[in-house]
């Protein structure tokens, strides 16, 4: 009974010492790092410099968080507070992402401000580079389903994202969105304080 009764115990105890070894060894390099943010290894962090993650901001295992700067401009990636990402999270930042507070995301998910070009057909696509598309806004509250891919859009606060979507548009706040590429299915009418579906 004792040793069941310990397991938690022992288990929060492990949990901090993790976050602790975590902070001692990366938070140097980071425009600023929540004092209980942490990753699972294995991760891959490019850009430090340029990041700033929140409290309570965690990661599953596979995490890459990308910021480098494009034509010479200063990048900036920004994560919120008590954020939870999946396995395998990528985000890709070549001038401006701002995720907010409280936002969860399943596994697999994508997020990026840039595609890669394509565009002279006189190269491979390979040698043409990424583009900027448009700065990434997610509110605060969301959630981001299954092998979504969210690019150079704002997302509202309190969305839903469904699994495997495409979101190359604008989705306004408290919205449920899905498909490819996405397309709103759901919306709270806060006049009548309710969901609605759309057609």
Known sequence: MRKTMMLPFI???LNK???????????????????TASFMRP???EGKSHIRIGEKSFFQRGAWLFCAPLDGENPE????????????????????VVIGDDILTANNVYISDNIHGYENIDQPVLAQGVIFKKAVHIGSG???????????????????????????????DYSVAAGVPARIIRQYDTVAKRWVECK
């Open 17 to 35: 010492l993790r976050i602790t070894l975590f902070h001692v060894v990366h938070k140097h390099g980071f425009a600023y790092l929540g004092a």
């Open 43 to 45: 991760f891959r962090i």
């Open 142 to 172: 969301s959630w981001i389903g299954e092998n979504a891919a969210i690019i150079g859009v704002n997302i509202g606060k309190n969305c839903v994202i469904g699994a495997n979507a495409v979101v190359t548009r604008d989705i306004p």
């Open 77 to 96: 990636l920004e994560i919120g507070d008590r954020c939870v990402f999946g396995y395998n999270n990528h985000i890709s930042c070549i001038r401006h």
């Open 11 to 13: 288990k929060s105890l």
